[in-house]
Structures are given as structure tokens and as C-alpha cells.
């Protein structure tokens, strides 16, 4: 195992990854504000979209481009200069380093080179969709933008239609609809979807309902701004294992069956969250629905 060395046993620079706002400038924290003035030098995706964020801020810090289309020749010369000492603050255009941004890689390079990495804590566009969501943040899985090539994009959606966990996507307007066209095809008309749109800013909105009556509201508005996609998981998933006499029903009707059998319904629900690795409020909620 690698073992991350003190700071102050360093000789090298440090590289610290720093969250900027998804929208609302008041988002930005006070560490983000003190490493960025405290770097020689900040590795931004977009330089002038950073510069407008450096100005707000009174940051007079240098910066040098770092996106995915110089990232071969730039890690190695920001390597060189952390391990000549420079302490550099590596920023995405929006949220967190390396979620869907660049990042990575020089992550990678860095820890290679035993160069201290030092993540800041701060905004990111699938955490805050998730928790306003109302699907079950736990367990959840990231996956940022599918493919968009529609046989690529079908294909992930296939291996990804039978997992329990709530999903988070992102998606640019205009794919959209399209994209959620895809969701409906793999998965079912009926999973519940939730789109958070332009989170933090002026005209935040989560629109929540079925991937069906999604899908009819994206072909039928003019879409604008950022998209968060949030699906929930598959609640239908046959279980595999023979010692379950439940196996073959949903985890509703598998509730039902054992409330129909004496269990207490808390009890019951309780049971089958647990075997089926499910949000117990989640299956509470869709029990009391179908038992109105």
C-alpha cells in the first residue's frame, strides 16, 4: 500500500484540487478563496471562463490552460514544477475536479510522482441533485454523461438496467430528450425519473415523475440549461438466490405476500429492504401507495 507522506516532510509542491460554484457564486468557500490567492500558479479547464470566477474574488493568481485536448504535454510539465516545489490549485469550469472534468490523470501523475494531493471539499451538480430528489440517495452510483452514439448509449443503458442503486446522469439540453428516450426503451416506462435543471441559480427546477411522462414533457418544452438525470433503481430485480420463495416478485408484491402471511407490514418491508439491498423509506413509500 502507498501511503500518502506528511505535508511537511515534503520538499515537492502540492497539488490541490478546488471545487468552483455550479452556478451560485456564493457557493464558493472560503479555503477554495485562500488556496487559490496561496498557489503559484491555478490549472484551469477554461482560462477565461476561471478569470470572470478569479476577478469575483480578488484573486490575482496566475493561471496556465489544463483540459482534455493539451492534457499529454501539459501533466508532465505541471509534474516538473510540482516536484520543483510549485503548489499548484487545479480547477474544472464547474463542481469538482475530475467528475465528469479533467482531473484525473493528473491525479494519477501526481501520486506517481509522491507529490501530495489535497482535495477540497465543495459543490457537485449529482450530490445536490441527489439529495432534493426524493429517490433513494443510498446506495447511489455515478455515472456522469452516457455515450452519445445511440447504439453505445443503448448498450451501457443495458448493463445498467437491473442495478439497484438510484443512478445519476448528466446530460446537455440538447440531447436530452433523446437520452431519455433511450432510459425508456432499456428500461420501463414506470421507473421514476427525476430532472434537476440549472441547480443553484435563478431558475432552479426539478421536474419528478415517470421516465414515460418525462420523456412526453422533454419533446414537447424547449429545453434549456444543465441537466442532472436522476433514475431510480430496479426494484424488480429477480434474486438468485433458491432460498428465496420470493424471488420471482417485485419487492411490493413480496411485502404484500409476507404482510398476507401474519408479518407486521414495518417488518415485512424491513426484511425485504435488506435482501434486496433497497432504501427501506423508498419501499415503504411505494407499499403505502399501491395500499391506498
Known amino acids: 500500500m502507498k501511503q500518502q507522506k506528511s505535508f511537511g516532510t515534503h520538499t515537492t509542491g502540492t497539488l490541490y484540487l ?26 484551469a479547464e477554461d482560462t477565461r471562463h476561471t478569470q470572470q470566477l478569479l476577478n469575483q474574488f480578488e484573486i490575482t493568481t496566475k493561471q496556465i490552460s489544463f483540459h482534455e485536448h493539451n492534457k499529454e504535454t501539459r501533466i508532465p510539465e505541471l509534474v516538473a ?6 503548489s499548484i490549485a487545479q480547477v474544472s469550469d464547474a463542481g469538482m475536479p475530475s467528475i465528469s472534468d ?19 471539499p465543495g459543490a457537485s451538480a449529482g450530490i445536490t441533485a441527489l439529495i432534493a430528489s426524493g429517490l433513494a440517495p443510498q446506495p447511489f452510483m455515478f455515472y456522469g454523461f452516457l455515450p452519445r452514439k445511440p447504439k453505445e448509449q443503448l448498450h451501457e443503458l443495458d448493463l445498467l438496467k437491473t ?24 428500461f420501463s416506462a414506470e421507473r421514476q425519473v427525476v430532472l434537476a435543471r440549472e441547480l443553484t441559480k435563478r431558475y432552479e427546477e426539478f421536474l419528478r415523475g415517470t421516465i414515460a411522462e418525462l420523456v412526453v414533457w422533454a419533446t414537447s418544452n424547449e429545453v434549456r440549461g444543465e441537466f442532472v438525470v436522476i433514475v431510480s ?24 405476500e409476507l404482510v398476507e402471511n401474519g408479518l407486521k407490514p414495518t417488518a415485512a418491508i424491513k426484511q425485504i429492504a435488506k435482501q434486496r439491498s433497497l432504501d427501506r423509506q423508498t419501499l415503504y413509500l411505494k407499499y403505502q401507495g399501491e395500499n391506498k
Open 18 to 43: 478546488v471545487p468552483t460554484p455550479i452556478g451560485n457564486l456564493g457557493d464558493m468557500t472560503n479555503r477554495s478563496i485562500q488556496v487559490m490567492q496561496e498557489v503559484d500558479v491555478i490549472a
Open 81 to 86: 514544477r510540482l516536484k520543483a516545489g510549485d
Open 102 to 120: 479533467p482531473g484525473h490523470e493528473l491525479v494519477k501523475a501526481a501520486i506517481l510522482a509522491d507529490v501530495p494531493v489535497v482535495p477540497i
Open 163 to 186: 442495478h439497484q442503486e438510484t443512478m445519476i446522469f448528466y446530460e446537455a439540453p440538447h440531447r436530452l430528450a433523446k437520452t431519455l428516450q433511450s432510459i425508456q426503451k432499456v
Open 233 to 256: 433503481g430496479n426494484d424488480q430485480v429477480i434474486a438468485t438466490s433458491d432460498a428465496d420463495p420470493l424471488a420471482e416478485l417485485s419487492a411490493v408484491d413480496a411485502v404484500k
